[in-house]
């Protein structure tokens, strides 16, 4: 976790310190993912507290961006699974955080721009020629 | 006869012609333009030059360029002509002129002046809204500088050429800095067209015969006439303007000096008359004559 008296730390802007918080978090949760699912696929006792413990906290790092953006029926639905116990919910809003998070370009990583490379103009703008 | 076609209905592939096209939007928002067909001899460098020329006159609703001897207002042979029929396109509002090396084959220089020649187009000339089309045996000529500028867009290397059909290999700006790298390191040049991917490759087919035919007298005419001046320096014949400079007299003197000494020229070539290299020294001697008077 962050250490908010390191001096690198005092000198970084809030928003990367957040950023690599809500990574931090994310990891954290496919952990805990692995695990359960490791346990699931040997039929032997798992563990969803961990999983909602870690999403729930990986939801409060989003939690006010989420609500800015939703609508509120939606807002309160994703709580709702945020909550719930039902695994299947939980594994639902795990994909969708993702989706957000890939949205706000913070996990993307098909960052390579692509185009028609038979077309020398299109080619010689994508090269700022 | 009519011009052999493809599918698309010219004579060539549809993606060159997109390309030309994209090449055309640019020249209207009065950026250069300059498009670049090398390849060695008989490659069909001016037969795709005249393809390409006739297709863009048609998106304009203009007729085929024209052949003929006396009048080809769209074809330059050599620096001289091109730089003419640049400034009459310009007034005549044609939307391409094609370059062709083959009035300046072999002289010493030329590729120097080519480059200057080029660079003061585009610079003169610029948001002249015309298409510049080169035809050269080697990209390999051309001034990095003239890359840097970002001036020609688009390089089609021809090779491999059929009896009734031509190959390219498209390049873009971006490539061509790849291709113009490679060279500096390779022995044969022309290697380095095989070591960078090109943008697309095509065919295109011949002109119609008759064209083609009009085509080889226009392109043999530019190559007889620097044939016949290269003659002239063999027999090391000198004009008046060479007789001016080494005996350091006007031209108009020389003329005159040579009139009323009635020395007969050897030949007349283009309207210029060419003596034998002894008239510097009978001219002199008249100039010392009268000197002495």
New interface residues.
Partial sequence: MVDFNNETTVGTPAIDIVRVLILQRRADLFEAWEDYKKKSYAGIEKNTPIIRARLFTLFMEIQAAQKRRLKDEDYLELIRKVKSDNIEELETVTFEINEFLDSIKLITVDTKKTYDSTRVEVEDKMKKL | MEQPTYKNGLAFDT?LS??II??E??IIKKKAGLLIIDGGVGEGKTTLAVEVADFINSLKGLPPISLEAKDHPQIGLGAKEFMHNLRYCYGEKFPVVIYDEAGDFNKRGALTRLNAMINRVFETFRGFKILVVICLPSFESLDNDLLTK?IP??LLHLSNREETYGNYS??????MFYIKDKMKKLVVKSFAYDLVNP??VGHFKDLSPERGKQLDRLSTKGKIEVLKEQEIKAENLVSYSDIAQKVNRSIGYCRRVILDNRIKHKRLFNRVKYFDHDVIDRVCDIIDGVNEE
């Avoid at chain 2, 498209?170 to 490539?175: A, I, N, Q």
């Fill in positions: 993606k997109e390309n994209d090449i939007d640019r970002n867009r688009l498209g390049y873009s700006l971006y490539r943008n697309f």
